[in-house]
């Protein structure tokens, strides 16, 4: 069994209150321990509450607290969850009945399980989203979904502006956004949808492709112009070709002083890939290795599953890159490359505006960012 | 109360100081989670610090299948992986879902190892707060100081190591420490070594951080024989009465050091004196702090008026340490008052 020294990505109770909090009206309630609640309540930036557990409650029942705790907020909120987390999950309390009992039809109430124990952010993400039973309405024709948007990624305002934007110059309205911005525990979806994050993919509507990556926003936006737009296709015959020679003009002034970059990326698997194939093929980036966060997926390039922080040190040490994309956990244990914050966390820098890593100005932002962190390194001192 | 007081889990009062010592190996048995959630505050922490120093973190990364079958085996298997990577000294910590099911944490830290191995029972919530897993870390971790013969020197204790500012505090009070004479022995705990653990009871006096130490002060007097004082220095006069205490504990003539000191207090209101006439209202936490006498008494010197509708000032708690604390607080209250 490998060490687990350093672990780096989040438990499946964080993802679960990463997709929650992301629904308006929702009040998302913790219960468990002060302790499960301060993580996710300082990444995700939302309102949190807790039931603040103690060793009291594991003897007499922790329904009280959570009964307080309800009350406290039932008025507050049309819809209220609570995410079960280890301790309750292990006494094995039957919450669902309880609760039911107590307030029956008088509060909208969702239980999930979510106990770190049971796996990854992902894992709690998806079971989330799968316990709010969304509808599909036919009147909605016109609109598109817009899925993996998660509070705890520092590009989800960004993801969320720049697919509308895209949606509607495509000439179709913006759907249910799962789960961030305008959504409600009873917004009705579309019946098909793009994705922002290819990890994160919520299996809702018919999937007309992902918008991340130059490749798959080509496809997706093909597919998008042919539904919707009535052959007026402003974003396949202007945007994306003026999008692409910008980059291709810039990649290719970098290569007239500089070798192309030997890269490691970090972070979620399929997102990772995406970015990759963009960096090899407008700068001929070397690919060194793909350190997926969650379960890999093989594809072009290679890919292990690295959990922990010890095992990442080993491998960027060992691979040497010039380049790293990844989180400030990266950046912090191989100091040497150029890097560029694409994955949670990102800490010691100020980040205020809305910037995108997903359509075309995820991609530009990406590319200049790459640009420009690796021209910055190679700068004498 | 539907949001939790600012307070925190046992397990990451107690990660503030043992991942302070270097060459500690912090092993953690619980899901990965439980470490992953301090593990990314504390490199969020070190990371705003501008600090690049690694800390060793290792979870047991307990599943279901040890939540219904027990995880000391676990434990033990990744203790021995752990031992293998040469640590100086590892602190082993337990998590609330660990205490739950019942394993015997002590039992396997107890077996023999090559190299010292502790247990600090955190237990998560079922151990109590944050400040009840950092005063039980030091507890633990002092039962490694020897017997030594007393030098003219103090201990600071339980320095607030995930304070943003922690390395202004621990600057502003040896400054003040220097200036009337006493060198500090040892900074029990952070940015410290297991020896210099080892080395705590050399000290004459222990300053304590704040008076939620008291109770590992009374421990360590007992222990160790090392009196203590109960705070840093926190306000101007609280300052000028911290010199004077120090200097009469160890027989020292701190007159010069106090004039000094007061001058450098003179000129600071000096500077500030545009706060003049200012209303102001104190910006504190009601559950904590409601009648903030350090506040109160910058308020008096800078001839500041108190009033509901004034500008809210903040009055930090714990307060900032010494007069060059209170210096940059008065910069944020210049700033409030667009002074």
Redesign the interface.
């Known amino acids: 069994?490998p060490?687990?020294?350093?672990?780096?990505?989040?438990?499946?109770?964080?993802g679960a209150a990463a997709c929650l909090s992301g629904i308006r009206g929702m009040g998302v309630?913790i219960h468990?321990?002060?302790?499960?609640?301060?993580?996710p309540a300082?990444?995700i930036h939302r309102?949190l509450?807790?039931t603040?557990?103690?060793?009291q409650d594991?003897i007499h029942g922790t329904d009280e607290s959570l009964f307080r705790?309800i009350d406290?907020?039932k008025e507050k909120y049309p819809c209220i969850s609570v995410l079960c987390t280890?301790?309750p999950s292990?006494?094995g309390e039957d919450i669902r009945a309880t609760l039911e009992d107590r307030y029956g039809d008088s509060a909208r109430i969702f239980v999930l399980d979510a106990?770190?124990?049971?796996g990854?952010y992902e894992t709690g993400y998806i079971a989330a989203l799968s316990c709010l039973h969304f509808i599909e309405s036919d009147s909605r024709q016109e609109h598109v979904n817009i899925d993996g948007l998660s509070l705890m990624d520092p590009f989800w305002r960004g993801n969320l502006q720049e697919i509308e934007r895209l949606l509607r110059l495509a000439g179709a309205g913006c759907g249910a956004t799962l789960c961030a911005g305008d959504i409600s525990h009873d917004s009705k979806l579309s019946p098909c949808t793009v994705h922002a994050n290819p990890d994160l993919m919520s299996g809702h509507g018919k999937s007309l492709g992902s918008l991340f990556g130059i490749k798959k926003i080509k496809e997706t936006i093909a597919l998008l112009e042919d539904r919707y737009s009535e052959g007026d296709g402003v974003l396949s015959e202007n945007y994306l070709p003026d999008a692409e020679e910008r980059i291709v003009s810039s990649c290719d002034k970098y290569l007239k002083r500089f070798d192309p970059p030997r890269v490691v990326l970090s972070g979620q698997c399929v997102s990772m890939e995406e970015i990759a194939s963009m960096l090899a093929e407008y700068l001929g980036a070397e690919i060194l290795g793909i350190a997926s966060r969650n379960a890999p997926v093989q594809g072009k390039y290679p890919v292990e599953l690295i959990?922990d922080?010890?095992t990442m040190?080993e491998m960027l040490e060992l691979k040497c890159p010039d380049l790293i994309l990844g989180s400030?956990?990266e950046h912090?244990?191989f100091?040497p490359a150029a890097f560029v914050g694409i994955t949670p966390?990102l800490?010691?820098t100020v980040k205020l505006h809305a910037r995108p890593l997903a359509g075309i100005e995820g991609a530009l932002a990406l590319m200049e960012s790459v640009l420009n962190a690796c021209m910055d390194h190679q700068k004498p001192i | 109360m539907a949001i939790p007081p600012d307070d925190g889990c046992t397990l990451t009062g107690a990660l503030s100081v043992t991942t302070e010592i270097d060459g500690c190996l912090t092993l953690i048995h619980g899901p990965a989670g439980c470490t992953h959630h301090n593990f990314s505050l504390l490199h969020a922490l070190h990371t705003a610090r501008d600090r690049i120093t690694h800390f060793s973190l290792i979870s047991t990364d307990m599943t279901e299948q040890e939540v219904i079958f027990g995880g000391e085996q676990l434990l033990e298997e990744t203790l021995r992986r752990a031992l293998s990577r040469h640590p100086e000294l590892v602190c082993v910590l337990s998590t609330c879902v660990a205490a739950t099911i019942g394993d015997d944490v002590d039992a396997i830290c107890n077996l023999p190892y090559e190299a010292p191995v502790v247990h600090i029972p955190t237990g998560g919530f079922l151990g109590g707060g944050f400040l009840a897993g950092h005063i039980q870390a030091l507890n633990s971790l002092s039962f490694f100081a020897d017997e030594s013969e007393k030098t003219l020197s103090v201990n600071l204790v339980g320095e607030k190591t995930l304070e943003y500012e922690v390395c202004e505090h621990y600057q502003e009070i040896l400054r003040i420490l220097l200036r009337i004479g006493v060198p500090v022995n040892v900074r029990f705990i952070c940015a410290s070594s297991f020896s210099d653990i080892q080395n705590l009871g050399k000290a004459s006096l222990n300053i304590l951080r704040d008076p939620s130490m008291v109770p590992l002060g009374i421990s360590l007097k007992r222990e160790l024989g090392i009196p203590f004082i109960e705070s840093f220095p926190l306000g101007l006069e609280g300052t000028i009465r911290f010199m004077e205490r120090v200097g009469e504990f160890f027989s020292l003539d701190v007159t010069a050091a106090v004039s000094e000191e007061e001058a450098l207090q003179k000129e600071m209101v000096r500077v500030f004196s545009s706060l003049k006439g200012k209303r102001i209202t104190f910006n504190t936490n009601p559950l904590t702090d409601m009648h903030p006498p350090y506040g109160y008494e910058l308020a008096d010197m800078l001839d500041l008026e108190i009033h509901d509708q004034g500008n809210p000032v903040p009055v930090p708690d714990p307060f900032p340490v010494g007069t060059n604390g209170i210096r940059r607080l008065l910069h944020r209250w210049r700033r409030r008052c667009h002074a």
């Open positions: 069994m060490d687990c020294a350093g672990p780096l990505w989040p438990c499946g109770l964080t309630i468990g321990s002060a302790g499960c609640y301060f993580y300082t990444a309102p509450y807790c603040s557990l103690t060793d594991i705790t406290s907020l280890c301790i292990i006494i106990p770190g124990f049971i990854e959990r922080y010890g040190q400030s956990f912090t244990a100091p966390p800490r010691g």
